[in-house]
């Protein structure tokens, strides 16, 4: 991946603040293991520590962006980066409902990159923004997908239980979620219950028309380090079975193209069969984290399926999300002007 | 409370079995301490530990008996003592769905113990049984009877996030927990939709009859030492506001000679207007642990109300709640005989 | 406890910085309860929310002063409050090593209290400091208090596993330490090998002089909400048997006049024979917090004992422990003038 | 590895009983998968599920055994394995400290290896029993290894905080270790006492004569899912700068013929420089787990070297460690008979 400007390699995916040594011009000059402490389990990349940080300024460096700015600042500045003509791949929540934009996940909606025209016939640049979804909105979607495909969704009870790596570092406090659940995640229940619209939504003259579902969310913070987890009860169209549901998700294939992408899944989605999964640390690693795991589907007395559907929201919901966007944007030549 | 007879204070209220130490013959004429060790942080009450556990006879003993028996035992032993004329407080879930078999709780149903004389009529003896429901349904039926009377349930769906105690002891193991949720409690989520329909019930020619409203439920384990949380989503006859909800959970009143009671919280329901909160850790204990505290009560866009509330599951869901009912029984007479 | 002083309640005993919004003149006439954000799982006593904060001016208020402020500000503002006539009870680091400054835990040195005449002689004033030791050391001086009297402490092996909540709030990143440990803790070690020197020394010529044992720490952050633990090896003049220790720990008594206050626990020192206790959940309420447990003693291959001592950092190890000396400078006559 | 014959992968290197489905004529002819409840976050290679698990016959199968039997029944029949001819690789403490039997970890004693031959002179078979040593005393050799060599270890205080894997599966009961420590760990402080003695013993007439130097060991079991932590104060013949120990720490090589393993971690020994690790959870997976972290290295106030060393105990300690000794038996031609 020659050519990657990164600000910041720490994704706070739930729009909390990053702190303050990482971000501004407070970095510009400094070495990149100074500017941004490196938290990972896994080393630092070779050559990555000593590369110096630049400043943030429009026009200058390679085409692709990836951002990952705080949205107090990300979206004058996101915007100002595709005035220039770079294609900005975006963390932030800033432009995440502009019907223009694509809120992308190569398997559910690649083909929402023709958005890219009507930005430039609107703005008239070569430039053009591309955003990562909330990263508990990912988790749920290509599911989702698959089913609303066959089914037709029509409205959904959703119930996270999610990692306090989604809150960035430092983010939760030990003493707040040691021994104990926080059910309160600031504006995540509105994403949950508004994203999902858009990414299943509709070309429609050039911009995107929500889907017609509605979905109701709770989200909670749980002691998991990585790993958002999602329980799910689901009222569709076209009542499914079960066994219907499982042989849709099993037999799930993403848009033409995606499929071979280096950081895609395969297969996107894994169904479990044993009574207790997906559970956050035995399966968040499935496909190298990118995977979506989904378990227990089984009749909803209310509605017509409940299930358990678990990623991964560091790699899946925010920087190897952002990464899969960047090599479908590249295969699809969107980063060759 | 003298004349209580203890077969162990182990109390595994999700029905799984008891480790073998501690039941059972082999107990017999061990010291107390030695046949079930103390695994509370408080200290084992002077004059405890030093009993003599004693045979499991009916008809031997006070009138008042406790059993926290296994469920596969339970059925007929506890059915033996009620023939015996002892009144059994029962918390396993074999007579829990019995039609003519109170699942008290006695701020929501202290008028169900009419089905004593039911009981009596049918088996002909003195004796009666009792049950506790499910440490998961108790958190919520409180909360239920509070709107269901004035609002009128319809349907609800219930996901809870359950404390690693309800499993007993050594129930849960460290390494499937830790790190971890396991989105999966065996025969949890059918109680959860079952027993609050019992209890909030009416009563009918001597015997009840299930309420209405529908309920589906998820269940999953939390890393949480005490304290089940469940997050709610409720649809009613008459569509209450949150306001309106708040001021009817706040004005609830227990029934008649329930508030005075001993071990009866005082206020039953405690609303918080934080953002954040009922938090396990944080307000367990509220009222000793007895009480039912909720928060987060806002608009559902699908259904009408959605809210969380948590109550603290080995004491109001267990040995705290069977001594409540006992207290119950004991001030309405039927220990007299 | 009519004349209280308090600066901020939340006592960051290793001397973390407190957040910003707890301290300085941003709280002053703010409500208590918007000032200082209240964590505890124990409800806001009644009357403390709605008092309003203060400014703080030496010379104003009570004679006692409680002071929590971080070690950035503590060391010239409790100066400031003692010359002007204030006794100051201080959590913070500044002053601990002052040889004219005691470093009181009544049971081991109530003694050193008469070091406010060397004060007095040498500031000219009617006020005075008196010092909280790090919270780490006072679970372990106590239990050497016992031993060095009666064997002479030569030197000792000191490895803790320390509570997140002695960092303060938010203190921890869950991040950081949730299936993890981190075996370092800020500026501690020193802390834990010199403070017992200090608190165990002899009072000489109106100084203290440091008591001649040596002292080797580790210090150890774990996944525990409240409950410092420290494993000790130690050497002695006089080689104690296990039993003989057991002995002079059970028998210890406090100083006379440090028994009956009102928060001294009674005993001070609780020996458990359980081959794996204390643990940190299950013993740090002990005497409500303030007692010091002690567990596996048993001899050691190259010093003389190896032991377990627990006690709650946030009770017995800062805010129980600055009001204990408070009572006991109340009760010696020190807040008369 | 074509030729392995495995009794169990669940290695309970604490000596844990198994859980009794998982050994014994119980299993004999079932899937492995049915036998043996996979656990591993990782998915079950390709082809064991469906293997079917044999008799435990010894003369039957393959040369090479690997035994994670339970030490209540490892002795007689690990014994008859050897004496059938088997080379047993075991996990068990029965023969650890048997003086012909290596405690074989290949970076600190490949040489041992020798005693194959006194093991044949004195039962007159061709077959033999090495061991692993207790996954706690694992992390710890390699390093002693190397500052013995140059240093003359004297004595040693050692401190523990072990993972809950260490104690098998289910093992530690989640209500005994969340929010909590249990300072103690059957059996296992006499065997980091006396196992490095034999690991770093010499080669005498046909058996290993112990080491010389003294240690002292506390363990603790904390809320880490793997990942053995050991804080070590040492002394020395002579006596070595931080400085010193660290270049000798970092230019550690394995004897000849144990750096090419396949397994072998390279380099064997990592000094971090962070003034905070190593650390359990974010240093575990070094080498591929096979790696021992050092950090913290710094001058002891009573003896002479203070530091930190982490490794995997479930990877390095356990299964990982009996691979490499089966590679560096394979290597060294004692499979070939």
Known sequence: MAGLHVFDVELP???FPLDPPGV??????????????????TPIPDGVADRVVESCTPGVGPRLVFSALDASVAGDLERAFADAGHVVLSNARNHRM???????????????LALLKAQARLRGGKGAIVTNPNCSTVVLTIALRALHDVFGL???FLVSLQ??????????AALDITDNVVPYIGGEEEKVEMEPRKML?????GAIRLAGFQLSAH?????VTDGHLVCASLEFERAPSPEAAVEVLRGFQPP??????????DPAILVSSAPDRPQPRRDRDAGRGMATVIGRVRPDPLFHLKFVVLSHNTIRGAAGGALLNAELLCAQGYLAG
């Open 219 to 223: 989200t909670n913070r749980v002691a």
């Open 98 to 112: 502009d019907p223009v934009v694509p809120l992308l996940v190569p398997e559910v909606n690649a083909g929402h």
């Open 154 to 156: 029509r409205r959904g």
């Open 201 to 205: 939504g509709q070309l429609d003259g």
């Open 163 to 172: 990692a306090i790596s989604g809150a960035g570092y430092p983010g939760v």
């Open 24 to 41: 501004g011009r407070a970095a510009e000059g400094k070495r990149y293991a100074d500017a941004a402490p490196w938290r990972l389990e």
């Open 256 to 265: 033409a193209g995606v499929r071979g992408l280096p950081s895609a899944p």
């Open 13 to 15: 995916e739930e729009d």
